[in-house]
């Protein structure tokens, strides 16, 4: 329960499951002090120290945490838990915000670092300067299992990428990072067993295992939890380069530059093959204490193995009758490997076999069906079908996929109990780290509302107006997903001004995986410099305009301020284009975009004479409203790999206008 005008400002996400505001609020000055005042905890202490210098910079205030200061925010933590965030532990907490001071209460660690993240996201600047209204909140998670899929396999990620994202999914109360580290374009851990994997496999960009044992520990700093996924048997391309005897065929083998599926598969009938697998586990397995294992398992072609003479003969002495049942069988041997190290086995969901034991997880990412099926069958599962990011899809969209709707609805209450959460996929096709975070934030905080909030929590509107604010916020966490903008488009340029390019891009949105691909051939090697690569997934200024059209269309008098706005930014759409093209001319990397740039300026113009129009209470020629839905329909399919957002709000008042 939440007031409408308290769901405003300010804008918590995820929303907690009780909020209740009260009189008055806590004014933050220099003299801000947050102390734990439970039992000792060396490793929460230092998170509220990391909680006050990021506060500090939020709000440009000098927190130093004088000696002889009050604390204002005091943490009460029942018992710190586990070493490492645990599956199913305790996350709830409460909040009480007054004039006088804040308290912050959980039952453990993880719920305390919750607590301080919705304490940041609460900050306000009012006439008083930065204030914490008087609130009283308490809160927990629908879902155990709310996480981030990061592939630093296809296009490299630094150290510094995935810690960034790492603080940004704590200020979401996200807490498994599902790091996607093989795949056919490159293997990224050091092997100190099998250097050959890193040595060949990755063009030399791969984490050292000190590097892994920081991100680890960074994780666990911020209550997330870190599972590791080696993709076998498919998906192998880079492994097989330094170990080519590994394969179903004898190779020789190259790293993959080429994205979509490659026929190389790991060899299941060579005794080879497990021995190879059981010293890289029990290698691999040392570096990441948490108890899940992610194999892949995903999109395994069968050609090699269905040519294979010495395969086949092996299928026939274990009466395998098909791919599906060697992959099986081959499953099946690497669940007892990792068993023997104390690790349970995850897989995609052509891994659901029911040869495979019951304490698997299955993640499914080819619909609601697989995982409903999982369910009733015995397993555990977790949902990423309709939260893949690189799909560049709507927050909206996703924001409507729930792990426990669609086929979930029929399962009984012990079946549903079987399905864990969700987790978000930003595979890196099309990513590289210059803007991976823009692909992934702020969409993910919608699906981490998703996973956190109560189902009943729905309301669209809502989402978007707190997700941009929290958007904003969490820059302060130092995810870049909004600082990498400028710097790309000024690329574009050459230096020149960039405000015609600017007033573009920010009417345009990128493509997803599935139009890249079919657009073009693209390697691994492709330079990510264009404004498909720079533009967003989503347009806040275009979203902003649609719901001003909105409310012109509704009330064409009683609307002003809309009618100022979007008058304002038709006019710029319609004066643009001079200035662009003369901008293009210079630039290689605009050539492309000039037939966008006219489509922009016409809209603008049509805007113009429907504004006009609806004012005056005078619908516009049958003439105009056809032609300008034609231009319309033409302007909506995808140009330079780009959707023109743009056309949205014209076509709101276009219809209005019939």
Same mark, same amino acid.
């Given at each position: 329960?939440?007031?409408?005008?308290?769901?405003?400002?300010?804008?918590?996400?995820?929303?907690?499951?009780? &909020?209740?505001?009260?009189?008055?609020?806590?004014?933050?000055?220099?003299? !801000?002090?947050?102390?734990?005042?439970?039992?000792? @905890? $060396?490793?929460?202490?230092?998170?509220?120290?990391?909680?006050?210098?990021?506060?500090?910079?939020?709000?440009? /205030?000098?927190?130093?945490?004088?000696?002889?200061?009050?604390?204002?925010?005091?943490?009460?933590?029942?018992?710190?838990?586990?070493?490492?965030?645990?599956?199913?532990?305790?996350?709830?907490?409460?909040?009480?915000? +007054?004039?006088?001071?804040?308290?912050?209460?959980?039952?453990?660690?993880?719920?305390?670092?919750?607590?301080?993240? +919705?304490?940041?996201?609460?900050?306000?600047?009012?006439?008083?300067?930065?204030?914490?209204?008087?609130?009283?909140? %308490? @809160?927990?998670?629908?879902?155990?299992?709310?996480?981030?899929?990061?592939?630093?396999?296809?296009?490299?990620?630094?150290?510094?990428?995935?810690?960034?994202?790492?603080?940004?999914?704590?200020?979401?109360?996200?807490?498994?990072?599902?790091?996607?580290?093989?795949?056919?374009?490159?293997?990224?851990?050091?092997?100190?067993? !099998?250097?050959?994997?890193?040595?060949?496999?990755?063009?030399?960009?791969?984490?050292?295992?000190?590097?892994?044992?920081?991100? #680890?520990?960074?994780?666990?700093?911020?209550? /997330?939890?870190? #599972? *590791?996924?080696?993709?076998?048997?498919?998906?192998?391309?880079?492994?097989? &380069?330094?170990?080519? %005897?590994?394969?179903?065929?004898?190779?020789?083998?190259?790293?993959?530059?080429?994205?979509?599926?490659?026929?190389? #598969?790991?060899?299941?009938?060579?005794?080879?093959?497990?021995?190879?697998?059981?010293?890289?586990?029990?290698?691999?397995?040392?570096?990441?204490?948490?108890?899940? !294992?992610?194999?892949?398992?995903?999109?395994?072609?069968?050609?090699?193995?269905?040519?294979?003479?010495?395969?086949?003969?092996?299928?026939?002495?274990?009466?395998?009758?098909?791919?599906?049942?060697?992959?099986?069988?081959?499953?099946?041997?690497?669940?007892?490997?990792?068993?023997?190290?104390?690790? /349970?086995?995850?897989?995609?969901?052509?891994?659901?076999?029911? @040869?495979?034991?019951?304490? /698997?997880?299955?993640?499914?990412?080819?619909?609601?069906?697989?995982?409903?099926?999982?369910?009733?069958?015995?397993?555990?599962?977790?949902?990423?079908?309709?939260?893949?990011?690189?799909?560049?899809?709507?927050?909206?969209?996703?924001?409507?996929?729930?792990?426990?709707?669609?086929?979930?609805?029929?399962?009984?209450?012990?079946?549903?109990?079987?399905?864990?959460?969700?987790?978000?996929?930003?595979?890196?096709?099309?990513?590289?780290?210059?803007?991976?975070?823009?692909? =992934?934030?702020?969409?993910?905080?919608?699906?981490?509302?998703?996973?956190?909030? *109560?189902?009943?929590?729905?309301?669209?509107?809502?989402?978007?107006?707190?997700? %941009?604010?929290?958007?904003?916020?969490?820059?302060?966490?130092?995810?870049?997903?909004?600082?990498?903008?400028? *710097?790309?488009l000024e690329r574009m340029t050459g230096g020149r001004p960039t405000e015609p390019l600017r007033v573009l891009?920010?009417?345009?949105?990128?493509?997803?995986?599935?139009?890249?691909?079919?657009?073009?051939?693209?390697?691994?090697?492709?330079?990510?410099?264009?404004?498909?690569?720079?533009?967003?997934?989503?347009? %806040?200024? #275009?979203?902003?305009?649609?719901?001003?059209?909105?409310?012109?269309?509704?009330?064409?008098?009683?609307?002003?301020?809309?009618?100022?706005?979007?008058?304002?930014?038709? $006019?710029?759409?319609?004066?643009?284009?001079?200035?662009?093209?003369?901008?293009? $001319?210079?630039? *290689?990397?605009?050539?492309?975009?000039?037939?966008?740039?006219?489509d922009l300026a016409a809209l603008g113009d049509a805007g113009l004479k429907l504004l006009d129009a609806l004012?005056?209470?005078?619908?516009?020629?049958?003439? !105009?409203?056809?032609?300008?839905?034609?231009? =319309?329909?033409?302007?909506?399919?995808?140009?330079?790999?780009?959707?023109?957002?743009? +056309?949205?709000p014209v076509k709101l008042l276009l219809k209005a206008g019939k």
């Open positions: 329960m939440i007031s409408s005008a308290f769901a405003a400002t300010p804008a918590l996400m995820p929303l907690p499951v009780t &909020v209740r505001p009260a009189t008055g609020k806590l004014t933050l000055d220099a003299t !801000f002090k947050a102390a734990l005042v439970s039992a000792p @905890d $060396a490793r929460l202490d230092a998170a509220i120290g990391r909680f006050v210098v990021r506060l500090s910079r939020q709000t440009g /205030i000098p927190m130093l945490g004088l000696k002889e200061a009050t604390p204002k925010l005091r943490i009460e933590c029942a018992r710190p838990g586990s070493d490492y965030p645990t599956l199913g532990e305790d996350e709830s907490y409460t909040l009480d915000v +007054t004039p006088e001071g804040a308290l912050l209460k959980a039952p453990t660690r993880a719920g305390a670092l919750h607590g301080l993240e +919705t304490f940041a996201q609460l900050v306000t600047l009012t006439q008083d300067g930065f204030v914490v209204p008087s609130v009283h909140i %308490e @809160d927990n998670p629908r879902f155990p299992w709310r996480g981030l899929m990061m592939d630093s396999a296809r296009h490299w990620m630094p150290l510094e990428v995935v810690k960034r994202n790492l603080d940004a999914m704590a200020a979401v109360k996200l807490n498994v990072f599902h790091w996607h580290l093989s795949e056919d374009q490159g293997f990224r851990v050091e092997s100190k067993r !099998f250097p050959m994997l890193h040595q060949e496999g990755s063009d030399g960009l791969f984490y050292t295992q000190d590097d892994i044992r920081g991100v #680890v520990a960074y994780a666990r700093d911020r209550g /997330i939890r870190v #599972v *590791p996924e080696f993709d076998i048997p498919g998906h192998t391309q880079a492994w097989l &380069v330094g170990y080519p %005897e590994l394969g179903t065929n004898p190779g020789p083998y190259e790293i993959g530059r080429k994205w979509g599926v490659y026929e190389n #598969v790991l060899d299941p009938s060579r005794e080879e093959t497990y021995a190879f697998l059981d010293a890289f586990f029990e290698e691999m397995t040392a570096l990441f204490p948490d108890p899940y !294992f992610h194999i892949g398992g995903d999109e395994v072609v069968a050609k090699q193995w269905n040519a294979s003479a010495r395969v086949q003969a092996f299928a026939k002495q274990n009466n395998l009758k098909d791919a599906h049942a060697i992959q099986a069988y081959f499953n099946q041997r690497v669940q007892k490997l990792l068993t023997r190290r104390g690790k /349970i086995l995850i897989g995609w969901d052509e891994v659901l076999h029911p @040869d495979l034991p019951k304490d /698997i997880v299955v993640q499914s990412w080819r619909g609601q069906k697989s995982l409903a099926d999982a369910a009733t069958q015995g397993y555990r599962g977790i949902l990423s079908f309709g939260y893949y990011l690189d799909h560049l899809s709507t927050a909206a969209f996703h924001y409507a996929v729930d792990p426990l709707s669609g086929d979930a609805d029929r399962l009984a209450p012990a079946e549903k109990a079987r399905i864990l959460g969700g987790e978000m996929c930003m595979w890196a096709e099309y990513t590289t780290s210059e803007m991976v975070d823009s692909r =992934i934030w702020p969409r993910a905080a919608a699906v981490a509302e998703r996973l956190w909030s *109560p189902a009943a929590t729905r309301d669209v509107d809502s989402m978007y107006a707190r997700m %941009e604010a929290v958007s904003r916020g969490l820059e302060w966490t130092g995810v870049q997903h909004r600082a990498n903008y400028a *710097p790309m891009a920010d009417a345009v949105e990128g493509l997803g995986l599935g139009p890249r691909a079919r657009a073009g051939k693209y390697t691994s090697l492709t330079p990510m410099n264009r404004l498909a690569d720079a533009a967003r997934p989503e347009s %806040e200024s #275009v979203r902003a305009l649609e719901l001003a059209a909105a409310k012109v269309v509704a009330d064409p008098k009683g609307s002003p301020t809309e009618a100022a706005l979007l008058r304002r930014e038709f $006019a710029r759409w319609a004066a643009n284009d001079a200035r662009f093209q003369e901008l293009a $001319a210079e630039s *290689p990397l605009l050539m492309e975009l000039k037939p966008l740039s006219r004012e005056k209470g005078q619908p516009p020629a049958a003439a !105009f409203v056809a032609g300008q839905t034609k231009e =319309i329909t033409r302007m909506e399919k995808p140009a330079a790999e780009l959707n023109l957002a743009a +056309t949205r």
